[in-house]
């Protein structure tokens, strides 16, 4: 048995050199980007990229946080040329702790509209979605839905579910909602929403569709992609669910919906800057962005550019009218917001 | 008093008085920004947040050691003092639900009582209107408590068959009955186990944070996380880790305090207790709660894991796919022999001593234990960095093109905060061994004038090996299953199975994560079981010497 162990270990370590020298291109441009996302057809469109530019494309995936805190420790030594992560809040943090740099690009500019990119040009909007009310048809009518202010009546009490505050989505809205209400409305809506909840918030955006469909509450506050995800799941009792809400976007006839972005960067450090942009402007551009979003359904912020069946299923709508940048900077005291009011 | 140091330097020291550097200087860096200004954030958590915090923190530890010490124990005791059927599978198979890492364990249960999940789904096809919902303290409690629970059992057994069956006979020849020759005979000799296994329950809690994260349980992990991410505050995380640590130190003080000078150490002399053949109703009921507590505990959840792990096996595994098992294993592999390699070598420096600054010296590197992974990981980034920053001219003279962070990218980092971070484990473990065998061989062995490192090789290793064994079990399992520093520290696009496992689950693909956790479940497994049944072969041996 020792042997066996032993020989166990040096098959390992043999595997362990043999593995550090894959992937490794010593002659060819390269780029590293820093990516939230993991999706099979990311890796097809950098493929592509690589066929017409003859740059590789290096992906070091993980969570948002974790890379910005990656960023900032490595600082100029950093070997990161692009960040992507989602949520326009998470972007000017980075933006705010110095690790991304201003980009002046026209295919940029022209590709992306001007509120789903940084009002400095630090990042750039490439994918948006929207946090839409998901109700269940049997005990709502969309008629009676219009405004994710009117979900703090009275006649709402116990009915609403969302995650908890200390979710970057749910920061991002009422950062927006700062913004569009100013700050009074705004926390009289935390105070309102967190009065009608129908559980102590927890769980993920999923589990809040399948607590509506249980008959816990009526109405979830949601990202759009997660119904998308869901259809597509591989266990068959979430396509069940995502099938039997329905969605509805709130606050048309007013002040739109909330929309937020996963969104691109240059670091501050990066050493091929050039390369850097072209890689942004690409994925911005049209034959790269109908892959890009579906592969989360998610809508193309690049508006020449088709959207998934899914989402022209559900129409267009009409989306906040402010400049996503905002969302950062209300982040904070968004946030300090849903604690006093003991939104949990 | 040149004499006096000179006599004190020897490998123990030594070893002991470099790695206690090494960790201390990276806590320094946190400890001093304890001490710098509270920024508006932390006063907004303290005015806030903060009793919550603490009110759930301490409503968690409390019943989650409260829970898994009577089910350890009540399992160790049964298991060691009775014969049933299905005794010697049971004894091992104790362990296993710490091959189920807690988070895999947390998402498992809330999915499976959810709307869509195959517990919920039953129990409407059965007409029985019960709703539960995992997602609050009381489920959180469910999961620490049934994950944890074989830290108490472990330690418990393995003092429980060590201990001689003549203070229970002779107190039974006193005329003490059952119950009292187990308060007042077995239990205060296992005092030091388990109270080393609750200890480790209590500190594996504090330190999670994807469980507490998930089901929205404000404790201070969570805090940490919270201040650090959502308020963008290092200084008020790092201030609240400071309070966690502080908590840690009562808990620990209060535990030496408690013990004061009674020592516990026993020789294992004489036979062991026999167990005693269960009969009647209990000898069904018995076991039978002991194999329920295993089906909460691993055979539930692992049973809904193969289940998504048949949708999705096609669509996860690929050539990839064996390169997370080596990654998770060459990193479980080093840290754990460099952790118990320090452990044994710090517990040596410090067996019996009445020295301050030995003591202060070990106090401080088991602290890393007592600090969330997250914090450890800051500490261990920045601390290596600087090296790097400081190395450069020297990495330079080798190869004028390098860049600056050459340790910081390799493995070094990783397995340097892993030793970091669970010396503590491997300590206790060792510590609680020493306690039981006591100092008289070593003692002896020196008066025959063999040396430190001979008496260590060749009497102090062969009578611990039992502690040096479950040190290196429950290491390995730790590291293999451990997240925030694997996720923060490892190296550009080193993937294992645990951050596969989180990617997945971050992205609420939980079907998806199926695969890789059973995988890293098996290994576990293939760890508790190889070493628990080597552990055996090597007990037989040492009865047979004896």
Known sequence: M???????????????????????????????????????????????????????????????????????????????????????????????????????????FENIPSNYRDADNYWFGLTKRARVLVYHPDRVDPSELSTYEALTEPEWEGRVVTRTSTNIYNQSLMASFIEIMGEEDARAWAEGITANFARTPAGNDRDQSKFVVEGGADVAIMNTYYIGRMMNSSDPFEQEVAETVGVFFPNQDTTGTHVNVSAAGVTKHSDNVEAAVQFIEFLSGEEAQESFANANYEYPVNENVEMHDLLKSWGEFKAQDINLSVLGENSYQATIIMDEVGWE | MLSRIKRNINVFSVISVIAALLIVIPMLNILLEVLSPPSAAWVHIRENLLNAYIRNTLLLIGFVAVFSALLGLFSAYVVSRFEFRGRNLLSWMLILPLAMPSYIAAYIYADMFSYTGTIARFMRSANIPLRVNMMNLSGAIFIFTMTLFPYVYMMSRSALSSQSASFSENARLLGANRFRVLSRVVLPLLRPALVAGTLLVVLETLNDYGVVAYYNVRVFSFAIFNAWFSLGDTTAAIRLSGVLMLIVFAIIFIERAIRGKRQYSMHVKGKPVEPKKLRGISAFIVPATLWLIMALAFFIPLAQLFYYASLTFSDVINANFIFLIINSLTLAITATAITVFVALMLANYNRGTKNRFKKGLLKVTNLGYAIPGAVIAIAVMLFVHGIDRTLYPVYRLFNPDTGRLVISSTLIMLTFAFVLRFMAIGYNSIEASYDKVGEKFTEASYSLRAGKLRTLLTVDVPMIKHGLISAAIIVFIDVIKELPLTLILRPTNYNTLASEVFRYAREEMLQESAVPALVLIGVATFAIYYLTHYNKKGVAANVREN
């Open chain 1, 2 to 108: 020792n042997k066996l162990l032993l020989s166990l270990s040096v098959g390992m370590i043999v595997l362990m050199l043999s593995a550090c020298t894959f992937g490794v291109n010593p002659d060819g441009e390269s780029i590293t980007v820093f990516s939230e996302r993991h999706y099979d057809t990311d890796q097809i469109l950098f493929d592509l990229f690589e066929q017409q530019t003859g740059i590789r494309v290096n992906v070091i995936d993980g969570g948002a946080d974790e890379l910005i805190n990656r960023l900032e420790n490595e600082s100029e030594d950093t070997s990161a040329d692009v960040l992507i992560i989602a949520d326009a809040g998470r972007l000017h943090r980075a933006k705010t702790k110095d690790l991304l740099q201003p980009v002046e690009s026209d295919t940029l």
